[in-house]
């Protein structure tokens, strides 16, 4: 996805631009291609409108209003306190939960509409071979291409970061995120619920219609086993994750996990080459940043490619820092419930110092009784609330 999407900017900056990727189009856009859904980010929506994406995606994109962060023991009730994020205080949608199928879809249309920007399906690059001026790409057909920079968007298991011999920092997480689609009796208002369960967070992602998605992040040694089961357990174990508030809940046919992980390139660019989303950073999914900040790294590119800045590595390094910040405020999250293992102290300490900064800049929440609810402006509040 943020191949395409860099694909576009930089295509609608007015330089010439070839995406390849070994999936053919049809396969990338099939239901059981990638079940994901993705929050998508203020700032990742009003990219979409600049490069006309957002025109082909807005209808099927379910705006978010609310979201209610809440912790609960397995089975029981949840937490009397919670943590309510308010559409009403920005006078604008929190932001939009759209299909990962429909947000592919939207980029290869928008990719059809441009004459300077060839996609090549299936190809998957082999090699790089950089000079002085540029770099020849060879594509698995044979075909090569030559470019004065190349991007690899390759995803987290980059094999163009491996030639290219860049290395890593990263780590796995001890747990699994199953993803699945629901239907429930009721409406779901566009609220999104993110429900911290002793296992990890379980979030409720609204789609349109009377579906959501869920992404269930459970412990290795169990998600494998949940995976397994029939469908009418697999239910049962939704539902005692789930809660009443949207009446029966049903799950569609389909369903994928993830072993979650986090890594960071130890640098993004090396000569005429640089690493763009998951190819560059992967942060685990609690506050649904990855695909953002991928996103991100395209905006910027496409900015500096329109100046024709784009080969200079000072175009990309700044962009590390952004991950940087990102990965602070997910640990800050996960330290928040009490889950901050699997990292080093040093890294442990850094979260809280930086995430204050990142959080800082979502502004205001509310941090809400069963009955009643009280404003507050400082994430710390937010900390709190969860601990409760
Ligand atoms: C459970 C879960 C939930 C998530 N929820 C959210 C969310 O709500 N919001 C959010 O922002 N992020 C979310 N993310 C993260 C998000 O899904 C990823 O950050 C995003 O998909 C990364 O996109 P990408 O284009 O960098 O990589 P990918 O989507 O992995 O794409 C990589 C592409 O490179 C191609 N490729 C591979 N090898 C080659 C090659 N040799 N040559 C050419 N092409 C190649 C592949 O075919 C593929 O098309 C979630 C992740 C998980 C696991």
Known sequence: MVGLALG??????????????????????????????????FASVRMFRRLGIWERLEKQAQPIDDILVTDAKLGGAPSPFSLHFDHRELGAPLGYIAENRHIRQALFAACAELPN????????VTSLDVDA???????????????????????RQSQLREAMGIGMVSWSYPQWGIVATVHHALAHNGVAYEHFLPSGPFAILPLTG???S????????IAPGMMKLAKPDFDAEIARRFGAHLGEVHSEELRWSYPLRFHLARSYVKPRFALAGDAAHGIHPIAGQGLNLGLKDAARAGRRGAGGRLARPRSWRSRRSHALRALAAVR???????DGRAEPAVLQRRSRRCAWRATSAWGSSTVSGRYGASSCARPAAMWGSCRT
Do not use: C, M, Y
């Open 8 to 41: 576009i900017a930089l295509a609608k900056g007015g330089l010439e631009v070839v995406v390849a990727d070994p999936v053919p189009q049809a396969e990338a856009l099939a239901a059981a291609f990638d079940g994901r859904v993705s929050a998508l980010a």
């Open 133 to 155: 001026n540029g770099v020849n790409a060879t594509l698995g057909s044979g075909q090569t291409i030559r470019a004065r920079l190349a991007v690899a968007a390759d995803g």
């Open 117 to 124: 920007l060839t996609v090549v399906a299936p190809a998957a």
């Open 332 to 338: 800050f999250l996960h330290l928040g419930h009490g």
């Open 210 to 212: 009377n579906r959501s």
């Open 214 to 221: 869920l992404v269930w992040t459970e412990r290795q040694d």
